[in-house]
């Protein structure tokens, strides 16, 4: 069973533009979170979305957005990217089976890097 | 103050050593407890997890949690050096599958 597949793994960018991550969930899983990732605040809710739709959505500015297709495929997209944004941005996804496990299946990640 | 505090170490021992981690949160409502592990350039891993108080034994890994101390520990007997990798403790309240509240994470080094 394949796992969660993020693209690209790494991509760099300057300060202003925008980028879009694509997350594929394993097969099955409906449930699909993102997270944001750095050195000083680690690992950072971004948003969840099950079935196409928003379920939580993180603190995080409106520059910071996503969607969920009907075969649970997800994008991210950060616009007028800032210095800061730059992180690795992990995808996970879940099966919702069982309740409340909290066992999300992470993918390896995209690493940005804002110039 | 972040809702989960957690010292990053970095952390080294020998191997065979107990390894002891540990995760205290302010957040009354978080009711399940997880271990994830994470190595260098991958996603984190599932490792551990625990609803409500209580122990949880897996092999050479045990999670205790003490909610009325908002404290919880992974112990990690007769470590290894593939043990090494950062450790991260996460917390759910139940009322969203996929949000976590994660804690910063402690590096763990097993060296031979």
């Known amino acids: 069973k394949a796992g969660v597949t993020q693209t690209p793994r790494y991509l760099i960018k300057t300060r202003g533009q925008q980028v879009t991550l694509s997350c594929s969930p394993i097969s099955g899983h409906r449930s699909v979170s993102w997270y944001q990732q750095t050195p000083g605040q680690g690992l950072q809710f971004l948003f969840e979305?099950?079935?196409?739709?928003?379920?939580n959505k993180g603190n995080f500015p409106g520059r910071f957005s996503g969607r969920q297709f009907s075969n649970s495929r997800s994008e991210m997209n950060v616009s007028t990217l800032e210095l800061g944004d730059s992180a690795l941005y992990l995808c996970?996804?879940?099966?919702?089976?069982?309740?409340?496990?909290?066992?999300?299946?992470f993918g390896e990640g995209s690493r940005l890097t804002v110039l | 103050q972040k809702e989960v505090e957690q010292d990053p170490g970095p952390l080294s021992v020998p191997e065979g050593a107990i390894v002891s981690l540990n995760c205290t949160y302010s957040?009354?409502?978080?009711?399940?407890f997880m271990w994830y592990r994470q190595y260098s350039r991958k996603g984190p891993e599932l490792l551990m997890y625990?609803?409500?108080?209580g122990n949880k034994e897996d092999g050479r890994f045990t999670a205790q949690v003490d909610k009325s101390s908002k404290y919880i520990s992974l112990f990690i007997r007769d470590s290894q050096p593939s043990d090494s990798a950062t450790y991260l403790c996460a917390m759910s309240s139940g009322t969203s599958y996929g949000k976590l509240t994660f804690g910063q994470g402690t590096i763990l080094t097993v060296h031979p």
């Open positions: 979305y099950f079935s196409e739709t928003q379920r």
């Open positions: 996970a996804s879940s099966s919702l089976a069982g309740g409340n496990t909290g066992e999300l299946f």
């Open positions: 957040n009354s409502a978080f009711q399940y």
């Open positions: 625990t609803y409500s108080s």
